[in-house]
């Protein structure tokens, strides 16, 4: 490689780390020469910003109106994405998730819904209060989102909003190093813990008081 590709190169890359996520997830959205989008084109196309990034794309449909079946394929990535993010590790999803595609048009329309959501978003946040979005707050937070995407994977009834809006504020502040956004996220994924919560007790007892009447106890 000679010096002058060296520097196109170092130029393309630092590019795609200066650009916004919003525009990057767009772009890909834009793209007609392209009929699908699979998982692995999103980690691809984000690099190092993946595991924040994704966790965001993957869990904001879950508290909006998206197209059938989205959920069945963001919810999967999202327990993977959470878990690495617990544990400290880079992001990376197995061969059969990282397969898993949506149409381009079914992308652009779930873009369409997230991508100003994000851009107002990206406005707000900067970095302050570091150390929550660095190692090991981090974990604890990445331990924490997870609980919330396997409630949020559950049949659980109002299950999917809160903890989807708790994941996706803490993602962005991870994203962008933003200790106010995880502790914003932290507090709403606590509420939606102690609604999820609620609204289990609320069909044990009622499926008790059923049962005792069925039986005539």
Known sequence: MTAGEATDSHA???DTRSAKVSDIL?????DEGRERVAIGDLLTALSDRAVGALIFVFALPNALPMPPGTSSVL???????????????RPWLPRFIADRSLARKDFAA???????????????LRPRLGVLARP????????LCFLLALI??????????????????VALGVLERDGVWVLLGLATGIAAVAVVW??????????LFVLEHALGM
């Not at 919810?75 to 590790?89: H, V």
């Not at 369409?112 to 851009?119: G, N, Q, T």
């Not at 949020?152 to 504020?169: E, H, Q, R, W």
């Open 26 to 30: 767009q772009a890909l959205a834009a």
């Open 12 to 14: 393309a890359a630092t």
């Open 152 to 169: 949020l994977f559950l049949p659980i009834p109002l299950g999917n909003m809160l903890p989807a809006v708790a994941i996706s504020v």
């Open 75 to 89: 919810g999967l990535p999202l327990l993977f994405l959470t878990a690495q993010l617990a544990l400290g590790r």
């Open 136 to 143: 090991p707050a981090e974990n604890a937070v990445g331990a």
């Open 110 to 124: 779930m873009m369409a819904k997230v991508a100003p959501w994000l851009a107002k978003a990206e406005r707000m």
């Open 198 to 207: 609620g609204v289990l007790l609320a069909l044990l007892k009622s499926g």
